[in-house]
């Protein structure tokens, strides 16, 4: 909130700042001329299932935030795959080992289902602030876990809050992954270089404008409200959404079960869902899929 | 704000973290098939009557807070009864055991107006940092004090701003409480678990999204502002409510008196009442008369 | 934010909350059974002219945080006054006395538009922190000031953000205020008690429902930020008259020239107006005019 | 956020916050009587390219947060630029020189269309911390950057954040730049004063609530959220131009690229181009020619 300055960033040579910027950075786009089947655009809806992993990671244990997240599994998960359901539309999960620990038999009913369960983190903790070797051996484990129980070795990773280290994209390589979606250096996929150098892992670019998190996120001893009405976050979904199908391009949209989930809020995903579906020509897809299907049109040349 | 990651909790064996997990957990459901005298759905509004000890419970004694708090005795209280009279209507209010001494007037016409008083802490503190005899004698004395004043027993509790220790449930089971309506992992009443084991003791559960202070609260020395439209909080009640009714389940709403009490909020709850009184298959009902017949129609075999 | 628990508000002896309370309440209602020429309800128009001493209260001196204050007299009060002209209404400004050094013109401007000017501070420092004996010169300073620029003696204090020490009420007392206003316990005129004693002091009540700060304040280093859209606020302050015109109240409402003054804010002001005048049974007064009407009213015993 | 009264202003001496608020104020008034070839108002856009150094400034490395900077530079800039060409507008970009060095094509390629180029601090360093030697130093040194890049010599300064020191004024004089772009004291061009001295700088005001980042702006460790709809923000926007064109004055308006330019939010960019365009004697400028404008109107005696 407040500014510190004692990095001096001002008296830095500029060898020091290219190198910050360069560590990780967007390499050629991966937009496809035409996304499968001729549609004109794509939508990848993902949901990043926490629950109770907001209260764990900072290491809390107060009963009723956990409840916060606990309904993010009883009742949300499955109102949102009714959902889905009813709309015959494919999704990723992104779901943190321990959550995956706690419900294996949501994570198999995603799978049953024909979703995706993606990467996100042991405990959802904060990649940056971890050890090397720490979050190398995380997210291996974590690897494990989700494939020990829906049987799917993770193809994709989504990084707790999206943080990234200085580390995490040469552990997603090392563990040879198609691909990252926690950066936001474009709307469309694109490659990743590292120091310069192509990666071969796809970006799929997320933001938090399509985020339910910013809007509707309350955590009592923060500052964050759910302040933004859901007619105004739907009218920001929609816009964005608008934006994708003019340009030919991606529409990929984060949340969260344990937000989105409720009764007032799944209006929004509903009617952005309905909204969508009057184009006959949008291709709704999990982001494995995306990442796939960019990688072909791409001459799998990566 | 910022991350805590002292807890290190990315390092917890999984015993450490699963203990956490159970120690309140939501049990089987209690949501009856149908509501009293075969109605859809069932609302139950409740008014936290913090008033002063919003003020008194920082330990401070700021004259200008404290006339903020009193305003809700004053002028909301009356009011909001005056409302509930109008439309038939009865309703629960939970109230500091330092309220109901300041306000014993207060109390004793909500019981005869035919509404609930329950439980809410001694001077609204924060349970989760008592020590356990300090918070066991403070919620004994509390009930004490209500019976007293009101010459009714409390049956039911909501802990000050919901916040929940490692002993509040294991009060409750020793008060015999029927029901507490502080935690979050459901919208329909549940049992609650403690350990894993069923304890008899209802929750009807309350959700940050159906209350009136993370949109309208103030608070001149922290972050929260009343940023969010009176017509956008009215959207999102009447949108809680319609997933209810759609579901035929429980709508259960957490209001303030002097939060909502003001003339530019009651119109919220008075547009939301006639909103919800248009369906004539509506049960309003206390916390008390919801959970007494959750309990029957559960087979009172909790 | 946090929670500080320090003070163990839970253990005090039950006399030690009672007499905080009771330090300063509200007693009986002022609020006439009509108003001035039969008028159903009124309205107190109220501009808070804090202009630089935002800044500088803190000790600050940025120049870039200097110039939104200066708005407030180069652009704003200008604008306002000619907006309270062409309406032909009369309203109260809040002036520090370092403003009033500042700008004496501007005062003056005021005072001969037929406005009041009332007492707002030195230099918008927070009373409560204060030691009594500056409070107190401060007080009597500021009155001298603004009585040697305007040439009438100030009658009413509305203390700087509404903050009230200890003291402030027994000050105003020694100084004979016809008026504070600045408490919150009601939306009508009432007598201030102070320790249960009828001081004779009218409290014409504020609340940060109706003042512009809180949905449209931007402080850069804070948290505040101008989130709510003016329609919005339009919405709450109409409402808010909305309310008074029905129970023939009184609306106040407490704007801020750097705030309120802008181009897009004008409308606000300007729509309200409209609004409220489309009744023809307002009175629109000064809070000086008010609290002598009330005190008149009420038999002038006070 | 609290209150630091350490400072203590209210035992200032009158002469030291006079001195404050003397040190750089608004002088005469620079609005023209008419606008270019008899234009009712001016429309000023602005752009400032931050991109990366919202993460450099601080010192910070993480690569999520710098990619959210990239898509400033690969994906808003192409965007704003097309969109401008398109209905023919002229703007001004104000760039840091550390910007203007990781992306030299960019700055030519604004130049090329005929848009301004002006100075936007170093690296995006705070200019009030920085020892007086520095922040001469980097302010021309900025001046060189961008002039070696873009092959015209910049004008105009626009600080970053719209911070300023109690230097800022006069090394800008040393440099002898046209304008200023920075301050708030008015809606219109005036003149700065130096300790009550005319500097011959051209002050083009700025406001937050001409500014997409107080109400869209997103940082994951802070408390900012986009909590406001884009259609409010629109409102707002155009409310503020409305104002303009009845004064027949000036509409400035800043935005960021890494903000404005995504998808959702230049549909705000886009419609309210096409409301302003809706008049047909509207004046779309760079800030250099607003500036030059008005100068040449006051007879160039500045």
Request: proline content about 5%.
């Amino acid at each position: 909130m407040t500014v510190d300055n004692e990095a001096q960033a001002w008296r830095w040579p500029e060898q020091r700042w290219r190198k910050i910027v360069s560590k990780v950075r967007a390499g050629r786009s991966l937009k496809p001329r035409v996304w499968r089947d001729g549609a004109r655009a794509a939508v990848a809806l993902s949901f990043d299932s926490d629950h109770e992993t907001q209260t764990l990671r900072y290491g809390q244990s107060s009963p009723g935030k956990l409840s916060q997240g606990e309904y993010g599994s009883r009742v949300a998960v499955p109102r949102i795959l009714k959902l889905l359901a009813s709309r015959q539309i494919k999704a990723s999960f992104f779901v943190p080992a321990v959550v995956a620990k706690l419900y294996p038999e949501e994570q198999r009913s995603i799978i049953n289902d024909g979703h995706e369960v993606g990467l996100h983190s042991w405990i959802h903790e904060l990649n940056s602030e971890l050890p090397y070797e720490d979050e190398r051996r995380l997210q291996f484990q974590a690897a494990e876990v989700l494939e020990q129980i829906t049987g799917q070795r993770p193809v994709g990773i989504r990084t707790g809050s999206w943080d990234f280290s200085q580390h995490t994209l040469s552990i997603s390589r090392e563990m040879e992954l198609l691909y990252d979606s926690s950066l936001m250096a474009d709307d469309e996929p694109y490659e990743l270089l590292e120091e310069g150098q192509p990666t071969g892992i796809i970006e799929l670019p997320v933001e938090w404008i399509r985020d339910d998190a910013p809007y509707l996120m309350m955590d009592r001893f923060s500052p964050y409200r759910p302040y933004t009405a859901p007619s105004a976050v739907l009218e920001i979904f929609k816009s964005e959404f608008d934006g994708a199908y003019e340009e030919g391009g991606l529409f990929l949209l984060t949340m969260h079960p344990h937000i989105i989930g409720h009764r007032s809020r799944m209006v929004i995903l509903r009617e952005l869902i309905d909204y969508i579906q009057l184009k006959s020509d949008v291709w709704f897809a999990t982001h494995k899929e995306i990442a796939s299907y960019c990688l072909k049109q791409a001459g799998q040349d990566l």
